[in-house]
T-cell receptor, first 115, second 112 residues
Framework: EAQVTQNPRYLITVTGKKLTVTCSQN?????MSWYRQDPGLGLRQIYY???????DKGDVPEGYKVSRKEKRNFPLILESPSPNQTSLYFC??????????????FGSGTRLTVV | SQQGEEDPQALSIQEGENATMNCSYK?????LQWYRQNSGRGLVHLIL?????REKHSGRLRVTLDTSKKSSSLLITASRAADTASYFC????????????FGQGTELSVKP
């Protein structure tokens, strides 16, 4: 089944403890992106990647890192999580951004709580 | 204000009625997309309309795009209780590397 898989689904952690949220897609998509969703603020893009080894900042990149060493994986790294990073996180992928023809496929989300 | 703004914020209708949601945006776009989200879950892509298209259909969904007014509408015909969800428009900005900007969403409730 074509899908974007995020892990974990739920995570409670403490301030300052490094964590990684994994994202993997099995559709050979070139484009991958991370969003966070917060009440009243909607979905905001954190980082995106147009292809392997090509990543760039979105609207709210502070406090996050990403890497794209393989086409299928796009992990989100929080080196030193803080309570303001408590949010619902989504990974999404798209076949390509060529002329904007394709929609995104979203993962099921990771609900992160930082205490 | 946001690139994508949706109206209304919430809509409550009876099963069988039509639901119309509107989206306005500010800058040039490659395309506009509509997504659906069930509470706390991932977004599901519904339909994409390109900037040179004016209307598109998919099943019970009808999307229109008016680039002169920078607005779009999503019509769900003959609604069902299972259509209850939040609906988001997302604009794929011209020359922005595929970045999608999401609106705040319309919360649709369809009562049986």
């Amino acid at each position: 089944e074509a899908q974007v898989t995020q892990n974990p689904r739920y995570l409670i952690t403490v301030t300052g403890k490094k964590l990684t949220v994994t994202c993997s897609q099995n559709m050979n998509h070139e484009y991958m992106s991370w969003y966070r969703q917060d009440p009243g603020l909607g979905l905001r893009q954190i980082y995106y990647s147009m292809n392997v080894e090509v990543t760039d900042k979105g609207d709210v990149p502070e406090g996050y890192k990403v890497s794209r060493k393989e086409k299928r994986n796009f992990p989100l790294i929080l080196e030193s999580p803080s309570p303001n990073q408590t949010s619902l996180y989504f990974c999404a992928s798209s076949l390509s951004i060529d002329q904007g023809r394709y929609g995104y496929t979203f993962g099921s989300g990771t609900r992160l709580t930082v205490v | 204000s946001q690139q994508g703004e949706e109206d209304p914020q919430a809509l409550s209708i009876q099963e069988g009625e039509n639901a119309t949601m509107n989206c306005s945006y500010k800058t040039s776009i490659n395309n506009l997309q509509w997504y659906r989200q069930n509470s706390g879950r991932g977004l599901v892509h519904l339909i994409l309309i390109r900037s040179n298209e004016r209307e598109k259909h998919s099943g019970r969904l009808r999307v229109t795009l008016d680039t002169s007014k920078k607005s779009s509408s999503l019509l769900i015909t003959a609604s069902r209780a299972a259509d209850t969800a939040s609906y988001f428009c997302a604009t794929d900005l011209y020359n922005q590397g595929g970045k999608l900007i999401f609106g705040q969403g319309t919360e649709l409730s369809v009562k049986p």
